[in-house]
């Protein structure tokens, strides 16, 4: 297993993305091509040993404000463009970037393509819940969508949850503004149509609409949306979570004389932050290329980025982007005359 | 100043709505119009000092489950109907409702009409942030718009936040997936072109696209979306931190003995509840109706009941809806020749 990682990309630069791919090579078989400035990576490398984690030279960087398509014309020997030329030309089995995700997604979809049925791709990303992890898909790859869209998206997604989360039959629900079937956007309530129809032909069990709030009680393994709506529901969560934790904050800074009690709190809180950090699931997958790809978050730190290179690692061993190839293969074709 | 209230509406019962209403009108001078099934809720009353609350008698109720225009229909004598009715024939000059959002929405959009010049009704959300309180709307009225719409919500917030929260040049954000102008799904790119092209024609700033987590930072007063949107937003918050509450409490029961570590952190935590609970803010007033229409959470406890209330008066006397209709005929009259 040969994993191509984008090392110029993240907003805490190269250091942490080499810090984070030692650490995964460290925990697996699998080696790694650090894809970047020799000059800058090979004196990181070499404070470790690094015996399976080797440096590909790119010259160029896509930095975070640069509109993808330009920036993939213009710079041909980007980090990132050499990382998906080593899976494409099959130097490399799978590919992860914590840099711009607009130009990983661009750069992934044009020179890897799409998984031949599949009409748009979609990232999908793992979330808690009270009941363990739920997959929501489209998490910004495809912000307008058509209700055929949002069922490859299940599909996908369904797969994911089954092979790499280890779901027999995943409950798929479609994110709305209630649970009602009359609810939902125009997009929303063709999609619910078109789901009841293809219900009982599917390898997931549709159980309709849900809300924001099932979603984080567990009450699907996979919810589904456009990328617009996908996108909003996951920066309005790190919002949310971000108020709440600078309220705490606050309101223990203004009585100073409580940080005694709040000692033998310590090991409850880290363990309460670490079932929300969004650094534990480490990257969520573009599915529907026809490749690994791993989109880490920018912001993320060295623990993010060994997460993310595990999650590489899992979607190899567990061959999602094939299984995905055959579900919609199977889906597209007719049933043979009875 | 006298408030319609529809006390049959709500999870918890009439009861919750009486005492709410009781504890209103005993902090405000506006006197109150229970209605409902009398034998329900005069033993109520009696139980109190009532001088300026009295029972409007309606036989029917409008469940939560119903659909709102079929209800409407053949429940004539439905208490959110006589209680529009009331507002409308001008024996009262507000209607509070915590029952059947939809329902509250269709009968005081066809019991009282729309302001002229706006096409479709929103419901302005207040909500919490580090720095005061932002408006959202479309929390739900309206789950499908076009630019037109948004920007006549614009309008409308714009008035909600200057008249009842007190700011004299709201800043209004389109809510999008990333702040950059080339971001949004294809409704949010024409919406900001929109807003770009009005800019200095309005009475607010408009200060471009904003995510989720700018929202809870207060980086605005004003936040824009569809119906729909924002009520994915608005449930997603509440489930978000639904959860983090969930994981606290199950951190603290797993150790016991930490309890009595936690009695001098009671304080901080119950006024951190405070800050982020829709309680606090008790109601959402439906804009651009005809007439102020506050709809509260269906969840509604007495102290909800009494702030949606006062929400009610505090819409009154600042005359949101006078305003909003000066302002929207202003916009429409296109401006002198020179």
Same mark, same amino acid.
């Given at each position: 297993m040969?994993?191509?990682?984008d090392?110029?990309?993240?907003?805490l630069?190269?250091? !942490?993305?080499? &810090?984070? +791919? =030692?650490e995964a *090579?460290r925990h697996?078989?699998?080696?790694?091509?650090?894809?970047?400035?020799p @000059?800058v990576?090979?004196?990181?490398?070499?404070?470790?040993?690094?015996?399976?984690?080797?440096v590909?030279?790119?010259?160029?960087?896509?930095e975070?404000?640069?509109?993808?398509?330009?920036?993939?014309?213009q710079?041909?020997?980007?980090?990132?463009?050499?990382?998906?030329?080593?899976?494409?030309?099959?130097?490399?089995?799978a590919?992860?970037?914590?840099?711009?995700?607009?130009?990983?997604?661009?750069v992934?979809?044009l020179?890897?393509?799409?998984?031949p049925?599949?009409?748009?791709p979609?990232?999908?990303?793992?979330?808690?819940?009270l009941?363990?992890?739920v997959?929501?898909?489209?998490?910004?790859?495809?912000?307008?969508c058509?209700?055929n869209?949002?069922?490859?998206?299940?599909?996908?997604?369904? !797969?994911?949850? &089954?092979? +790499? =989360?280890?779901? *027999?039959?995943?409950?798929?629900?479609?994110l709305?503004?209630?649970?009602?079937? @009359?609810?939902?956007?125009?997009?929303?309530?063709r999609?619910?149509?078109?789901?009841?129809q293809?219900?009982?032909?599917?390898d997931?069990?549709?159980?309709?609409n849900?809300?924001g709030?099932?979603?984080?009680?567990?009450?699907?393994?996979v919810?589904?949306?456009?990328?617009?709506?996908?996108?909003?529901?996951?920066?309005t969560?790190?919002?949310?979570?971000?108020?709440?934790?600078?309220?705490?904050?606050?309101?223990?800074?203004r009585?100073?004389?409580l940080?005694?009690?709040?000692?033998?709190?310590?090991p409850s809180?880290?363990?309460?932050?670490?079932?929300?950090?969004?650094?534990e699931?480490?990257?969520?997958?573009?599915?529907?290329?026809?490749?690994?790809?791993?989109?880490?978050?920018g912001r993320?730190?060295?623990?993010?980025?060994?997460?993310?290179?595990?999650a590489?690692?899992?979607?190899?061993?567990?061959?999602?982007?094939d299984?995905?190839?055959?579900?919609?293969?199977?889906?597209?074709?007719?049933?043979?005359?009875?």
């Amino acid at each position: 297993m040969r994993i191509a990682v984008d090392a110029m990309g993240g907003d805490l630069g190269p250091r !942490v993305v080499v &810090q984070g +791919v =030692l650490e995964a *090579a460290r925990h697996s078989r699998a080696s790694y091509l650090l894809v970047g400035d020799p @000059s800058v990576l090979e004196p990181e490398l070499r404070r470790a040993d690094g015996a399976r984690v080797q440096v590909v030279p790119a010259s160029q960087v896509i930095e975070m404000g640069e509109s993808p398509t330009v920036a993939y014309r213009q710079k041909p020997d980007a980090s990132i463009v050499v990382a998906a030329r080593l899976v494409k030309q099959e130097q490399a089995d799978a590919l992860v970037s914590i840099g711009n995700t607009g130009a990983a997604m661009a750069v992934s979809l044009l020179t890897l393509g799409r998984i031949p049925g599949i009409d748009r791709p979609a990232i999908a990303t793992p979330l808690p819940s009270l009941k363990g992890t739920v997959v929501l898909l489209d998490a910004g790859a495809t912000p307008d969508c058509d209700p055929n869209n949002l069922f490859e998206f299940a599909i996908m997604g369904a !797969v994911y949850a &089954q092979h +790499v =989360l280890g779901v *027999a039959r995943p409950r798929v629900g479609l994110l709305s503004n209630g649970e009602e079937s @009359s609810k939902g956007n125009d997009l929303v309530k063709r999609t619910h149509a078109l789901f009841r129809q293809m219900n009982g032909e599917t390898d997931f069990a549709f159980v309709g609409n849900v809300e924001g709030g099932d979603i984080y009680q567990g009450c699907v393994d996979v919810a589904v949306c456009d990328g617009f709506v996908g996108n909003v529901f996951l920066k309005t969560s790190e919002g949310v979570a971000e108020m709440i934790l600078s309220l705490m904050k606050q309101e223990l800074d203004r009585a100073l004389f409580l940080k005694p009690f709040l000692l033998p709190l310590r090991p409850s809180l880290r363990r309460l932050k670490r079932r929300i950090d969004y650094a534990e699931r480490g990257g969520a997958p573009l599915l529907g290329v026809n490749g690994v790809c791993i989109i880490g978050h920018g912001r993320s730190n060295a623990y993010a980025v060994k997460n993310a290179c595990h999650a590489a690692e899992r979607a190899l061993q567990n061959n999602v982007v094939d299984t995905i190839r055959t579900r919609i293969h199977e889906a597209l074709t007719p049933p043979p005359p009875v």
